[in-house]
């Protein structure tokens, strides 16, 4: 119990209760102070209960706080399970009913905030089954009910959304990331363009590779189309597996020869067959009966027009408010046996729908089982005639089952063996994607530091100088040049080179004034930036404030409209007392005597002096109890000294008749000895 309070104690003090309790100034509150805190609670979890309990009848706040904890499914713990007593708990402030309602709540606040915002839309409205015989009532239902279907694919979607992990940062990073890459792509395709523009037979290689990758992807989808096949079979195989040992169990069954077993089929044949043609089927029948009498007294009644339906509207608002009456009656009545009653009712109710839909579920197998022997007698009629043979034996049908479990392990052993070799050769290509990647990023860098040092384009020239130098060794080796003309290719790529780095200086010093121009973008950027930052910073405060002035006016508004309804229906509770003062007024003032005799104070008056009468003759009674009561003790005690001695007298008397029977037995005796 002490840790509950001070888990209770903890919560309290925090976001968003600040209550700043603690041990001793919690257990000292007041029942009502209690009661309070608890209902503060339950205007966290929902924001319509978010009301002053003074200002509430007791009987009122008991079932406010019961239907809210009946939808957020708290259960009483002990003996508080008894209704009654649980809602005496709750009206008096009781701690052991209270406290335990707070701990369970402080618990799960955050779910069960959520489970009062689905409550309001989820739970469906009680509508009587004879109302929604009418057509515009049944319409309105059903739209009503695929509304609430609406809103629960809307909420799940929407849950879904929150915990799929997605961000707007994180979709902005990818948003900037992805145009970036876009951008090097671009940057790289155009590089690769110029590389193979040269080329006389590009268009061709370009061909060949679009018609390279499109086969690859062809590949894919018929490697996917394989698997799901396999996947196919492997399903149709597991379900021959599965009607083969049904077929078994229903031959074991059907070829057990004893007796016992037959008859206890039979025996529950029987009763469930009588269950069915005694109680479900006569009640299916009746209900029918009754719909339909029902449907022929709507059919035989004129068509109603606007007045009808509005008058219909009228008594079914007065019926609805007299059973809200009786409602509030037995609930200030609080009857435990009619609660006890209650409870043993719905169990009965339980366990009767549960048999009806276990009878339900046993008619629906049987039909089931029904239509599988149909087939089965259709299919082994259909292999007899297209094979003109009989269906294999049990034997057989074992060899071919263990057959095929043979061949399905062979089967998936080889699977195993081409899953990990693909799952090889998955990770060698991911690790050729790998090395690719690195070589693009240091070629990038590589490109970018010959950028930074202004001799951009040299790792190409480089490339270029060793292919040269590649095809020139190659043709030193096939013709045999001489180093003479080795030289003059030296000299004529040295020329070439020198070239290019004049044609690259007027390149290079534009590239610094561009680098110049780069840095003092990004600080312009860069204060920009902090300029964006603390203006939408400033306003998010000011959104946030104002987020919290509309939520305090929307509960200043309905606690406004709450006192607003209190006092109207004050108010009338008022008029009604004056109204009947008044009546009262008039037929105590009224001449006739008739109507006089009405009043209510002439009633309590006629009462008073019954009452007065009946109280003077119990007195006087009581008064002559006290004089004759010695009198009356020794007559009771001489009474008793009577009955005592009569009673000794009696056995006296017993005695004296016992002996005398047993004399004349053994006076009898003697004279037969006599005899003799």
């Not at 976001?15 to 257990?27: C, G, Q, S, Y």
């Not at 399970?81 to 708990?89: E, Y």
């Not at 951009?456 to 030193?476: F, H, M, N, P, W």
């Not at 902090?530 to 104002?546: D, I, Q």
Request: some cysteine; glycine content about 2%.
């Amino acid at each position: 119990m002490s840790e509950q309070l001070k888990f209770i104690v903890e919560q309290l003090n925090r976001d968003p209760f600040k209550k700043k309790f603690n041990l001793i100034t919690f257990d000292s509150l007041e029942p009502m102070q209690l009661l309070q805190i608890l209902n503060d609670v339950l205007a966290e979890i929902d924001p319509k209960q978010a009301i002053d309990i003074r200002e509430e009848m007791p009987e009122q706040t008991v079932k406010r706080m019961c239907s809210l904890l009946g939808i957020l499914k708290y259960k009483p713990l002990g003996n508080l399970s008894d209704v009654s007593n649980f809602r005496q708990g709750l009206v008096t402030g009781s701690k052991p009913v209270v406290h335990p309602i707070l701990h369970w709540l402080l618990q799960r606040v955050p779910e069960l905030k959520k489970r009062a915002y689905l409550a309001r839309f989820l739970v469906k409205l009680e509508v009587p089954a004879d109302f929604l015989l009418d057509d515009f009532i049944g319409d309105t239902y059903h739209q009503y009910e695929e509304l609430v279907e609406e809103f629960k694919a809307y909420h799940k979607e929407c849950e879904q959304l929150r915990t799929s992990g997605f961000s707007t940062a994180d979709i902005r990073r990818d948003i900037s990331a992805m145009e970036e890459e876009k951008d090097q792509l671009i940057k790289r395709v155009e590089r690769l363009k110029k590389r193979v523009e040269p080329l006389s037979n590009h268009q061709q290689m370009l061909d060949q590779a679009k018609q390279l990758r499109v086969e690859k992807e062809r590949e894919e989808s018929l490697t996917h189309q394989k698997q799901d096949q396999k996947n196919q079979l492997f399903q149709v195989e597991q379900r021959l597996l599965r009607s083969q040992q049904q077929l078994k169990d229903l031959r074991q069954a059907s070829a057990d020869p004893s007796p016992e077993s037959i008859m206890k089929r039979l025996e529950e044949d029987i009763k469930i067959n009588s269950y069915m043609v005694s109680e479900k089927l006569p009640k299916e029948l009746e209900g029918m009966k009754r719909t339909v009498q029902y449907l022929q007294k709507v059919a035989s009644e004129p068509a109603m027009g606007q007045a009808d339906i509005q008058e219909l509207e009228d008594k079914i608002k007065e019926v609805e408010a007299q059973m809200k009456q009786l409602i509030e009656q037995r609930m200030m009545r609080n009857d435990p046996i009619d609660d006890k009653l209650t409870l043993y009712r719905q169990q009965a109710s339980i366990i009767s729908r549960k048999k009806e839909s276990k009878a339900e579920e046993l008619q629906e197998a049987r039909e089931k089982l029904a239509a599988v022997e149909r087939e089965l007698k259709q299919r082994t009629s259909q292999t007899q005639i297209s094979h003109g043979e009989e269906v294999i034996s049990g034997d057989e049908l074992k060899r071919l089952v263990a057959k095929l479990r043979s061949k399905g392990i062979a089967y998936k052993k080889k699977r195993q063996e081409i899953a990990e070799l693909k799952a090889e050769y998955g990770v060698l290509q991911r690790t050729e994607e790998i090395l690719k990647q690195r070589h693009e990023t240091v070629q990038q860098r590589l490109q970018t530091v010959e950028a930074e040092k202004g001799i951009s384009g040299y790792s190409d020239t480089q490339e270029e100088l060793e292919r040269v130098s590649a095809i020139k060794s190659e043709l030193d080796e096939k013709k045999g040049r001489t180093l003479d003309d080795m030289s003059e290719m030296v000299k004529k790529l040295n020329s070439v080179i020198a070239e290019k780095k004049s044609a690259l200086a007027p390149i290079i010093k534009e590239l610094r004034s561009l680098r110049q121009r780069r840095e003092e973008l990004n600080q312009e950027y860069d204060e920009k930036k902090t300029r964006y930052e603390s203006c939408a910073a400033g306003l998010e405060s000011n959104r946030s404030k104002l987020e919290q002035e509309v939520k305090a006016l929307r509960e200043e508004i309905a606690q406004n409209e709450n006192q607003y309804h209190y006092i109207n229906a004050m108010s009338e509770i008022i008029e009604m007392q004056i109204r009947r003062a008044s009546e009262e007024m008039k037929a105590y003032v009224s001449s006739d005597p008739q109507e006089r005799k009405k009043a209510i104070r002439e009633v309590y008056m006629k009462n008073i002096a019954e009452q007065e009468l009946l109280g003077k003759k119990l007195r006087e009674e009581q008064k002559m109890v006290r004089e004759n009561h010695s009198e009356n003790m020794e007559q009771m005690k001489m009474w008793r000294d009577l009955e005592q001695l009569l009673e000794c007298k009696k056995k006296c008397f017993i005695k004296a008749q016992n002996k005398v029977s047993i004399g004349q037995v053994i006076q009898e005796g003697g004279e037969d000895r006599l005899v003799l």
